[in-house]
């Protein structure tokens, strides 16, 4: 699930570059086709993952390494089970 998405270790909350806003919009909009985006800011990052605010409501994690696509999927089925 992670594509080809940005590092983003190198920036501290600044807004999210038109590059990677580009491609965060498709990747959410693959899982949320009926979710319009139009702002995305960088809630936070950690080493494994960044957080994107929509609106400033709704938070979405995305993997920035493909060994955090498991511990992502691992922490959904805890916090959801059965969603």
Known sequence: MRGDLP???HRKKNPVSSN?????K???GKCFPDLVVDSIKLASEG???LALAIYDEL???LPNLD???AK???EATLLC???
Not at 20 to 24: A, D, T
């Open 7 to 9: 590092s983003p270790g």
């Open 20 to 24: 990677e806003y580009g491609l965060y």
């Open 26 to 28: 498709v990747t959410i």
């Open 47 to 49: 080493l494994n993952d």
């Open 59 to 61: 938070v979405f994690r």
């Open 67 to 69: 060994e955090a696509v």
């Open 72 to 74: 992502i999927e691992l």
């Open 81 to 83: 089970p059965g969603c």
